[in-house]
């Protein structure tokens, strides 16, 4: 089955020199050139997939009329025909890790479509919860989100540094934690942190060099709480120190890379990414049958809404018992 998590590469990414989007000029203009070439998976016109996707399906699920995932990467399959596909497709553009995303003609509108971010998530349903966008590469392109909330906001995972994203979310009230699901997903957490002056939580059991500085560490099992909305649920198993932010009035679990459904809409683990124990991780899975939430927004995979708790415990104890069949 594919998945909707990228391939962890280990070649060195160069960055796009596209202006305007948070990434610095290249290295080296040679490579640079070879590697923005414009897949052959591509239909013909204005928008392309470069030969650098990493295959993370963001655009896939940001704009799913454009992209599609063929032989492995992301491609063009139709160009946008109207005004609101191609805000989309912009979206994903400046949201892509790699920069992968490129029109042959300058989009006249990109700065306003830079200026589209954060995006809110559902403004009826999940009101005060946005999609960051600006994916970054060194979080394999998860999904950041934040959180509006009177007792202060909370920026779930890291985005890429873009000043432009920094001084939208200080409009919106700036970030008072930053919550890291995991250590994969942390990025430039560090230049949040120095700009935005929020303090970083983190599990200590995925504390590495690169965070040793984070301001909260949680210890053992938990769960803990961020005031009386979020619960923090320790969810071990995709890493030892994976934990979910569970939103209790708004009903929202965010899962990192814990818990999700794969492009295919099928629930996953992403098993062949786990780092730490798989039997863990669907024990981690069992506790949701106590939660009562209705929304995921993972960082990796697609998000899902429920109809209801009953539909989400009947979801969670199928996916449960098809495991363990296959165990
Ligand atoms: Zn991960």
Sequence with gaps: ????????????????????????APASVTVASSARQRRSQNVEGDFYVDKRCIDCDTCRWMAPETFTRIDRQSAVSRQ?????ERIKALQ??????????HTEKPAKEILEVQMTFPLPVDEQKLPGIYLCGFHSEKSYGA???LIVHPDGNILVDSPRYTKKLADKIKIL?????MFLTHKDDVADHEEWSKHLNCKRILHSRDVEITTADVEM??????????GTDFDLIHTPGHTEGSVCLYYKPLGVLFTGDHFAKSEESEFDIFAIYNKDSVSKQLDSVEKFLELDFKWILPG????????????????????????????
């Design 80 to 84: 946008p025909s109207h005004g609101e």
């Design 173 to 177: 009230g700036g970030v008072r934690y």
């Design 143 to 145: 999904a950041p989100y």
């Design 92 to 101: 994903a553009l400046l949201s892509c890790p790699t920069g992968s995303i």
């Design 217 to 226: 560490q949680l210890y053992g099992d938990g769960p803990w709480n961020i």
């Design 1 to 24: 089955m594919a998945s909707s998590f990228p391939k962890y590469r280990s070649a060195c990414p160069v960055p796009s020199p596209t202006r305007n989007t948070g990434r610095k």
């Design 300 to 327: 990796h995979g697609r998000r899902v809404e429920f109809r209801d708790m009953q539909e989400k415990n009947s979801a969670i104890e199928e996916f449960l018992l098809r495991e363990a069949a296959r165990a």
